[in-house]
């Protein structure tokens, strides 16, 4: 699979033509890479190009800074699309790619036709909860926090259910670059986009789960509540709702873009 060099790192990317007239761009959770879409990708290939690509400092793509921005994390997502020459296209960011979605809706909304946010909040935990992770990890190591990230990414049904993808998708989270890890900590740690949250004019959908302890429904309703034009659709699940229920979050997706 390809990477590109951009301006500040070395991206990792996948795209698939599948011949349509739109793309969509879909953005990770922290700690995972672009093979977390892969259960959604027979769905929205009916309807869309489907570009998908690791953040800094995960999966195959690099990193050079300690700390980062989800301002920084935007306009990657800019360059790569830019750099691809795709024109208006859609965009799908979950967690930390939920925190994307919203600072691009706000900066860039010129440049994406309407945006998808799941599991995401406005502010996600607080600064001192991420400098406590932080810690963690650069002490213990991404091992040290497997257990609880299994806990919080999925319902103990999912869990019991398909304890290869949950592993696959740990293995994955642990091999990620510790740096790029944490510098991405910091971004979700300094982001709060409480009082912009009125600037996001486009088409905005918002994806919750039920179960999700960490992006709650509330938090759903929060960013309902202050965006412009938003729909919120809740699925039964945890935190990475696209892997528990992959049809149904493809087909919310393939809905709201379509209509």
């Known amino acids: 699979m390809p990477t590109i060099q951009l301006k500040n790192f070395n991206c990792h990317y996948l795209y698939e033509n599948f011949g349509h007239d739109q793309t969509l761009v879909l953005s990770n959770s922290l700690g995972t890479n672009f093979s977390m879409w892969e259960d959604n990708i027979d769905e929205l290939s009916h309807h869309f190009n489907i570009l998908r690509y690791d953040k800094r400092g995960h999966g195959k793509s690099s990193i050079h800074q300690e700390q980062l921005t989800i301002a920084e994390l935007g306009e990657d997502v800019v360059e790569l699309v830019d750099a691809l020459k795709l024109e208006k296209v859609y965009f799908c960011g979950l967690s930390i790619g ?136 809740t699925l039964n699940a945890a935190h990475l709702s696209n892997m528990e229920h992959p049809r149904e979050f493809a087909k919310h997706l393939i809905h709201f873009l379509q209509h």
């Open 98 to 233: 939920g925190l994307t979605g919203q600072w691009l809706g706000i900066h860039h909304a010129d440049r994406f036709k309407k945006i998808i946010i799941a599991n995401t909040a406005a502010k996600i935990g607080t600064i001192e909860g991420w400098e406590a992770r932080i810690k963690q990890v650069t002490d213990f190591g991404l091992e040290s926090i497997l257990d609880g990230t299994a806990t919080r990414w999925f319902t103990p049904e999912y869990r019991q259910q398909n304890p290869e993808k949950v592993e696959q998708i740990l293995n994955d989270f642990k091999a990620n670059s510790l740096q790029g890890y944490t510098a991405c900590c910091h971004a979700v740690g300094i982001a709060d986009f409480r009082e912009e949250l009125h600037k996001i004019e486009i088409p905005l959908l918002i994806i919750a789960g039920d179960k999700d302890e960490v992006t709650t429904v509330e938090d759903g309703r929060f960013i309902q509540k202050n965006a412009g034009v938003t729909h919120l659709v």
